[in-house]
């Protein structure tokens, strides 16, 4: 069966998949309707990797009959009192108001209209997840006259999430961004899954890409530390000393950044870098840009920006380590072959009585395999490339 046999057209170019069942394939049951959703679930399992769950679907009763129009109007009714197990969608009695007993009376006409709430994610064939990464392991390498003898699959687990998260670092770096408009505050908080950054920037009114700067002007202090008028330290009743605003956080907040840029009038007098006749001297370049800077607070987990920066749209970009959720636990198929032989490097330095040329025969296989998968994914293209090099045959003029 090909890869794609599993998987709806409709729900990979539209995101969605309608699926409509009659009132009458409805069990009644106590107070509940049941009806299975295997014929929905599957498409949506191969996609995301899980069952469905209430907040996946939109579950409404329509018909076509104008006599329960009438009488029992308004249709369409979309229902909120439903449940889901094992695949199996429960409709409460009372949410339906026995429109199903009327609907059923009525020739069954009515219809029960379940809509996938996903949102529309394409290119998702160039992944392999983690769950098939593991599987095919055990299959391919673990077994009598195989690699691996036998191990446990919590050992394979481990080490294929290890794994996924060392490449996320330096082999397809796992590169997020996160939009957000900057409070008044100044701050904004670290995304849930931050591991580094790579690039702040935020968005001019033409929508392009303005790089903050990180500075090394000012600090957010890990400790800022309550004193008396006198300058002693402030303790609490158990002898823990107490913590205070931070000043230097405070000062930098109110500074004006014009203050060590090149961004004045030359009748300004700059009293942190003098202005002789009209001219500027002593400046850094790294301070020659009027973006705005950034420092990363890691007392409170948070971005701080200098004061011009209030009010813009802030773009973060970061590095992940791919494992902050289910449906991010996958690989790109130029890496599939580097992450079993990192797995089985792993488990073979792992186990005793290993002959040690079978152990660095792995390593190096594992070593030419993340080699491989650095140069498919470093994407050079010729055209790109000879495009960018036409410009490099250009005078520099000083």
Not at 47 to 61: K, N, Q
Not at 109 to 135: C, F, H, P, Q, W
Not at 247 to 256: A, G, P, S
Not at 321 to 332: C, F, I, R, W
């Amino acid at each position: 069966m090909g890869l794609l046999d599993n998987q709806s057209s409709e729900l990979y170019y539209t995101g969605e998949l309608n699926h409509r069942a009659k009132v009458t394939e409805f069990t009644a049951g106590g107070d509940w309707y049941t009806y299975s959703l295997n014929t929905l679930a599957q498409p949506f399992l191969w996609r995301c990797g899980r069952d469905l769950t209430v907040s996946d679907i939109r579950v409404t009763l329509i018909t076509g009959n104008a006599e329960l129009l009438a009488t029992f109007p308004p249709f369409p009714r979309e229902l909120y009192n439903f449940t889901i197990t094992d695949n199996v969608l429960n409709i409460n009695y009372g949410d339906t108001n026995s429109y199903f007993d009327e609907l059923s009376e009525l020739g069954a006409e009515g219809v029960v209209k379940i809509e996938l709430l996903e949102e529309n994610i394409t290119g998702g064939y160039r992944y392999t997840s983690l769950a098939d990464i593991v599987n095919s392991f055990m299959v391919g390498y673990v077994g009598d006259g195989k690699l691996i003898n036998n191990v446990a699959k919590s050992d394979v687990i481990f080490h294929a999430r290890r794994g996924l998260q060392e490449f996320s670092y330096d082999v397809f770096k796992t590169i997020k961004s996160q939009e957000v408009e900057l409070s008044p505050s100044l701050s904004i908080p670290m995304p849930q899954d931050y591991v580094s950054y790579t690039k702040i920037s935020y968005i001019d009114s033409n929508g392009i890409k303005r790089i903050i700067y990180p500075t090394s002007l000012t600090i957010n202090p890990t400790e800022s530390l309550a004193q008396e008028e006198d300058y002693e330290y402030i303790y609490d009743s158990d002898g823990n000393i107490l913590t205070a605003d931070s000043t230097t956080e405070e000062r930098w907040e109110k500074f004006n950044t014009n203050n060590i840029t090149n961004d004045l009038d030359s009748s300004i007098v700059d009293n942190t870098f003098n202005n002789v006749s009209g001219k500027r001297f002593g400046l850094e370049p790294k301070y020659q840009q009027i973006n705005g800077y950034f420092t990363i607070n890691e007392r409170t987990g948070s971005f701080n920006f200098s004061s011009d920066l209030s009010g813009k749209v802030i773009v973060i970009e970061y590095v992940s380590d791919s494992l902050g959720t289910d449906a991010e636990m996958k690989v790109h198929k130029f890496t599939e072959e580097a992450l079993y032989k990192h797995i089985a490097y792993n488990i073979l330095a792992a186990k005793r009585n290993i002959s040690e040329y079978i152990v660095q025969r792995y390593r190096k296989e594992r070593r030419a395999a993340l080699r491989n998968a650095k140069l498919r994914l470093s994407k050079l293209n010729l055209e790109e490339m000879t495009q960018i090099m036409r410009g490099k045959s250009k005078q520099i003029k000083n």
